[in-house]
Structures are given as structure tokens and as C-alpha cells.
């Protein structure tokens, strides 16, 4: 039986479309059951309309709190029964109670090779800071922000003179590879969280996230 995976979003969407593409294959070990995105009229939610996939907008606009945006979010999730929650550029601070109810089952993308550059703007501080590689790092959350185990990072050069969407185009490249392999990954249960850290195949995986330059994307 194929996980079930929900994706949360705020705004285009093109991990989801990634992760989307991957399900098509016919030996995917996922599919995506749901969209939902705390913003209304984003591209994201088109893309999982086109792909037939149930998209929910819960405006975050509508609570007076995270605490209360978090637990009506939590109802909507469960409705549901995922295996897996995404993140897919999900703009939002998860509380606590948010990411200990899901423990386990939270996976985050992140476009700077962390532990560097938590937060945002990430592609112009790697620039400002004189770096000659940036990239992208997927992870599993936990409450600290940006700050759960690394699954697999993806590195790309940054060159003399490049901007910041420059630099954010060959991130989102990166990005769009490595995703929908994690995904995959946990659908298989090689993949898990256990004692706060990452293993893949049993295996604790470094700091950096599985260590092979030689991965198989897909």
C-alpha cells in the first residue's frame, strides 16, 4: 500500500510539483492525498487541482493566535490519516504542540546547506558572506527552527557576480531532485527518525545528511 502524503504550502509550489511528478511513476511508494495552503489564490493549490489532488485553503488570517491557527490545522490534517507531512514552503513557525503531535513524520526543505543560514534570505547571505558553494538541505522538524537532523543536502557553486536569483534558480534545481528521493525514502521505511536523529537503512547519518555524491535520484 502506497503512504499517504500530505504537503503544506504558501505559496508556487514547485517542490509539490516535483513530488507530484515522482507519484506518477508507478513504482512510487507515496501519493499525495492533500494540499494545503494557509494563503488563498497561490499557484500551488492550482497544481494540486490539476492533478486532482484535494486542495484546503486555512487562512491563518482567520486566528488570533499560532497556538489556534496550529490546532485547527492539526483537525484538517487529521482528517486525512497521512503517513507523511511536507513542507513545501509553508511559511509559518509550527508550535510546539504542531510538530510533537507529528513527530516523526515532519520533513522540511531548506535552501542553504545547514547549519548555515537558518532562516531566510539565505542565497544573499551566502553571497555577502564570500561563500564558494551554497545549497539546499532536507530535514526532518523539530521545534527548534531549521534546526532537525539532516537527511540529504545537495551543493551548488556559487560563481563571481551571481545574485541572488541566480543563485536561487540553481537551488530550486537541486531542490526539485532531492525532495521527492527523501519522500521516497520514508515511504519505504528506510528511512526514519528515532532519539532526534536521522537513519537511513539503520544507519545514523551525519551531521550533513547521507554522505554518497553518487545517490540515485530516483
Known amino acids: 500500500m502506497r503512504s499517504r502524503i500530505l504537503v503544506l504550502i504558501s505559496g508556487n509550489g514547485s517542490n509539490l510539483q516535483a513530488i507530484i511528478n515522482a507519484c506518477k511513476s508507478e513504482n512510487y511508494p507515496g501519493e499525495v492525498v492533500a494540499v494545503i495552503s494557509n494563503k488563498a489564490d497561490v499557484y500551488g493549490l492550482t497544481r494540486a487541482q490539476e492533478a486532482n489532488i484535494d486542495a484546503q485553503v486555512l487562512s491563518h488570517q482567520s486566528f488570533d493566535s499560532r497556538e489556534n491557527y496550529d490546532q485547527a490545522l492539526m483537525k484538517l490534517i487529521d482528517g486525512y490519516q497521512p503517513d507523511l507531512i511536507v513542507l513545501a514552503g509553508f511559511m509559518r513557525i509550527l508550535t510546539p504542540a504542531f510538530v510533537q503531535k507529528y513527530h516523526e513524520k515532519l520533513l522540511n526543505i531548506h535552501p542553504s546547506l545547514l547549519p548555515k543560514y537558518q ?30 537532523p539532516v537527511i540529504l543536502q545537495a551543493k551548488v557553486p556559487i560563481f563571481k557576480g551571481d545574485i541572488a536569483d541566480e543563485l536561487a534558480a540553481r537551488v530550486h534545481e537541486q531542490e526539485h531532485r532531492i525532495y521527492p528521493l527523501v519522500v521516497k525514502w520514508f515511504c519505504q521505511q528506510r528511512l526514519v527518525m528515532k532519539n532526534e536523529a536521522a537513519l537511513f537503512d539503520g544507519n545514523l547519518l551525519p551531521a550533513s545528511g547521507y554522505a554518497s555524491e553518487e545517490y540515485n535520484y530516483m
Open 119 to 148: 532562516g531566510l534570505n539565505t542565497h544573499q547571505r551566502a553571497i555577502d558572506a564570500g561563500d564558494t558553494e551554497h545549497g539546499v538541505s532536507v530535514h526532518f522538524v523539530t521545534e527548534e527552527l531549521d534546526g532537525g
